[in-house]
T-cell receptor, first 116, second 113 residues
Framework: GAGVSQSPRYKVAKRGQDVALRCDPISGHVSLFWYQQALGQGPEFLTY????????KSGLPSDRFFAERPEGSVSTLKIQRTQKEDSAVYLC??????????????FGSGTRLTVV | QKEVEQNSGPLSVPEGAIASLNCTYSDRGSQSFFWYRQYSGKSPELIMSIYSNGDKEDGRFTAQLNKASQYVSLLIRDSQPSDSATYLC?????????????FGAGTQVVVTP
């Protein structure tokens, strides 16, 4: 595809349920970012991958959050035992490489997670 | 103190007027600065980037950067109703050389016909 693809677009989870959010970056893009955007706030950084290596996970809010990119392309953000405060839009972005990322990048459409 | 600060608005602007949005940042080592536009229910869209002091113009948009005062601004000339959106300021720090962004909370702009 032409852009970053995320699925599902919407997810409703019962509190305590595990969820998995998928990001398909632009083909060939080395850098991949996950951000979390709560209602009325700007996006907050969660984690960064360079190929399959997770180089920064400093923004993951708790050990219930886990991200992987095993083959250096598709990435999955997993949230275990979801809580109401996890309700947010989860945004993924990719870039050709770390140098290019410094010139800005485009986000996917996001996954809106609602925990009830 | 948040690393990137913006007035939340809403900023009400008559159609055809200039909208002026401001953003301040705390890390003097910041090197790259971006403005994203976000329509309600949509993801942020990159509209401007600026890296050195001064002005950068792109169509109806002008970004201004003053590193000494640690602020970056966005001017929207000839504002149109389609410019009604939330504008997010984002900053890349030199210590995050691989592209991590710090975002402000955004300024909501409402262009009234």
């Amino acid at each position: 595809g032409a852009g970053v693809s995320q699925s599902p677009r919407y997810k409703v989870a019962k509190r305590g349920q595990d969820v998995a959010l998928r990001c398909d970056p632009i083909s060939g893009h080395v850098s991949l970012f996950w951000y979390q955007q709560a209602l009325g706030q700007g996006p907050e950084f969660l984690t960064y991958f360079q190929n399959e290596a997770q180089l920064d996970k400093s923004g993951l809010p708790s050990d219930r959050f886990f991200a992987e990119r095993p083959e250096g392309s598709v990435s999955t953000l997993k949230i275990q035992r979801t809580q109401k405060e996890d309700s947010a839009v989860y945004l993924c972005a990719s870039s050709l490489g770390p140098g290019e990322a410094n010139y800005g990048y485009t986000f996917g459409s996001g996954t809106r997670l609602t925990v009830v | 103190q948040k690393e990137v600060e913006q007035n939340s608005g809403p900023l009400s602007v008559p159609e055809g007027a200039i909208a002026s949005l401001n953003c301040t940042y705390s890390d003097r080592g910041s090197q790259s600065f971006f403005w994203y536009r976000q329509y309600s229910g949509k993801s942020p869209e990159l509209i401007m980037s600026i890296y050195s002091n001064g002005d950068k113009e792109d169509g109806r948009f002008t970004a201004q950067l003053n590193k000494a005062s640690q602020y970056v601004s966005l001017l929207i000339r000839d504002s149109q109703p389609s410019d009604s959106a939330t504008y997010l300021c984002a900053v890349n720090r030199a210590t995050d050389s691989w592209g991590k962004l710090q975002f402000g909370a955004g300024t909501q702009v409402v262009v009234t016909p």
